[in-house]
């Protein structure tokens, strides 16, 4: 199976919970003010959020007004037209300027961030990229040891201090060991205990401090790893790492099984963060740069 295909699956059950619901609502209706506020409790439901439901179902309103969308059976085109303009354009994860290109990773336990690192060590690889782990998580026992695994897998190197130790350290240890090996990607786990949030935001900021002081403009991509099964909370996660250092991305991860795939227009319209990464499936293969016209495709098909 193809990653589209993989992708249309991933999404059938927020499919189902979307457009099967706003197909019910048009079926032989016309569009005016109590099919439009249906519309609009559909699409918070699906978790496109207060702003984009309402964005979207305004948009709707005035093009019927106008007269340009008579006919109930063109909504469906209306809103898959819309949702792909709200997404914008892709942005590909990709390494560029001086080496190492360092990847912070972020997220609370339980996202799948380990597992996105390892997906992603894996994925440079193939590309020609030499690859090196920083087990910054080390207030978890089996972070390490989960990483290791991962390097073993995508083979890629390892920089590990004792369970327990400063964090920073060996964020810094593994960039200034990157630079001596003339690694081509450093891609860095931390901890993701979000019930100590100030603790561990402080912690994030100090390590995002100490990528800079081993090089000059690292971290070159903060990412935020995030469970697609959460819903408005993976935007409220968005929010607190977003204000604390700064991301330039997500990965959204466990699209498949989920029906709030929806999260996607939320986080562009509220924080305007764009989705880099999306995970449809435990295969190393089923990590997967954003691209939203194939995203609204498979929403939609």
């Given at each position: 199976m193809g990653f589209f295909d993989r992708l249309k699956q991933g999404l059938s059950k927020t499919k189902q919970n979307f457009i099967g619901k706003v197909e019910t609502?048009?079926?032989?209706?016309?569009?005016?003010?109590?099919?439009?506020?249906?519309?609009?409790?559909?699409?918070i439901l699906s978790d496109v959020g207060g702003r984009s439901a309402a964005e979207i179902v305004n948009?709707?309103?005035?093009?019927?007004?106008?007269?340009?969308?008579?006919?109930?059976?063109?909504?469906?085109?209306?809103?898959?037209?819309?949702?792909?303009?709200?997404?914008?354009?892709?942005?590909?994860?990709?390494?560029f300027g001086e080496k190492p290109f360092v990847i912070l990773t972020v997220g609370v336990n339980g996202a799948g961030k380990?597992?996105?690192?390892?997906?992603?060590?894996?994925?440079?690889?193939?590309q020609g990229h030499s690859v090196l782990l920083a087990a910054g998580d080390t207030f978890r026992a089996a972070a390490i040891e989960q990483l290791e695994i991962w390097s073993d897998r995508a083979g890629a190197q390892v920089v590990k201090h004792q369970s327990g130790s400063d964090p920073s350290a060996v964020v810094f240890d593994a960039v200034e060991a990157a630079r001596a090996r003339a690694v081509d990607v450093?891609?860095?786990d931390t901890a993701g205990r979000?019930?100590?949030?100030?603790?561990?935001?402080?912690?994030?900021?100090?390590?995002n401090r100490v990528c800079g002081k081993a090089m000059p403009g690292a971290p070159h991509e903060v990412l935020l790893v995030v469970d697609a099964t959460n819903g408005q909370n993976a935007l409220k996660q968005a929010e607190i790492f977003n204000e604390a250092i700064g991301l330039t991305?997500?990965?959204?991860?466990?699209?498949?099984?989920?029906?709030?795939?929806g999260i996607v227009f939320a986080i562009k319209k509220e924080l305007n963060i764009p989705v880099k990464l999306i995970g449809v499936g435990e295969g190393v293969d089923d990590l997967q740069d954003f691209v939203p016209e194939e995203f609204v495709r498979a929403l939609f098909e």
């Open positions: 609502i048009f079926s032989g209706k016309a569009v005016d003010a109590e099919t439009l506020e249906e519309l609009e409790e559909t699409l948009l709707l309103k005035d093009k019927v007004d106008r007269g340009e969308l008579k006919d109930s059976s063109l909504v469906r085109d209306f809103l898959k037209k819309e949702m792909t303009r709200m997404l914008g354009t892709s942005h590909p994860l990709v390494v380990t597992t996105t690192i390892g997906k992603l060590a894996a994925r440079f690889r193939d450093v891609i860095i979000l019930h100590t949030k100030s603790s561990l935001m402080e912690e994030l900021k100090k390590i991305g997500i990965a959204l991860t466990k699209l498949d099984g989920t029906a709030k795939g």
